[in-house]
């Protein structure tokens, strides 16, 4: 069973870094796509980036460019997701995703930048 | 970028209802076009795929259309667990925009 476990939110300053994780099982990580999506609370779905299966291409959405930056360890089967510079904006739940068609998902964890 | 549009952003429903939700993109996507049905407190869950590929474990009740710029979601029977959220997205560029989504509510 596909399983996907994001952690390493929570409340940060503005101007503040954080780093997320989300680990994966239950399928050959390394020959995946993944992605990341937030969600605003109270809004809709906006994709972030995705990464490809040995990380050698990146793309991200423009709001995040030069601020995020998305990589995976194969060997540990985990996606991490570096983001500084952080706005209120970028208070979120962020899901990690298979970008097989964003077949699954995670749970979702929670970014929350106020001062 | 390319913008999608849903239409209507709230719709309220009876169990039973036959529901069409139109997903209308600003530029052609051929079928790179995807649905997803969020119920509050949860992650999205992928039920249509490449525009009108059912997923697997999606009931059958499900059924998606279109190509190029206009998209359908059809649910033939409204059923209980279907109150939800549900959004569009585009695949064939980036970046991989979602719509706004269209709230299923009960009548």
């Known amino acids: 069973e596909v399983h996907l476990v994001e952690s390493g939110g929570g409340l940060v300053q503005p101007g503040g870094s954080l780093r997320l994780s989300c680990a994966a099982s239950g399928f050959t990580f390394s020959t995946y796509w993944m992605s990341w999506v937030r969600q605003a609370p109270g809004k809709g779905l906006e994709w972030v980036a995705n990464?490809?299966?040995?990380?050698?291409?990146?793309y991200y959405v423009d709001s995040v460019k030069g601020r995020f930056t998305f990589s995976r360890d194969n060997a540990k089967n985990t996606l991490y997701l570096q983001m500084n510079s952080l706005r209120a904006e970028d208070t979120a739940v962020y899901y990690c995703?298979?970008?097989?068609?964003?077949?699954?998902w995670g749970q979702g964890t929670l970014v929350t930048v106020s001062s | 970028d390319i913008q999608l549009t849903q239409s209507p952003s709230f719709l309220s429903a009876s169990v039973g209802d036959r529901v069409t939700i139109t997903c209308r993109a600003s530029?052609?996507?051929?079928?790179?076009l995807a649905w997803y049905q969020q119920r509050p407190g949860k992650a999205p869950k992928l039920l249509i795929y490449a525009a009108s590929t059912l997923q697997s474990g999606v009931p059958s009740r499900f059924s998606g259309s279109g190509s190029g710029t206009e998209f359908t979601l059809t649910i033939s029977s409204l059923q209980p667990e279907d109150f939800a959220t549900y959004y569009c997205q585009q695949l064939n560029s980036y970046p991989r925009t979602f719509g706004q989504g269209t709230k299923v509510e009960i009548k």
């Open positions: 995703a298979r970008d097989n068609w964003t077949d699954y």
């Open positions: 990464i490809k299966e040995d990380g050698s291409e990146k």
């Open positions: 530029q052609g996507i051929s079928s790179y």
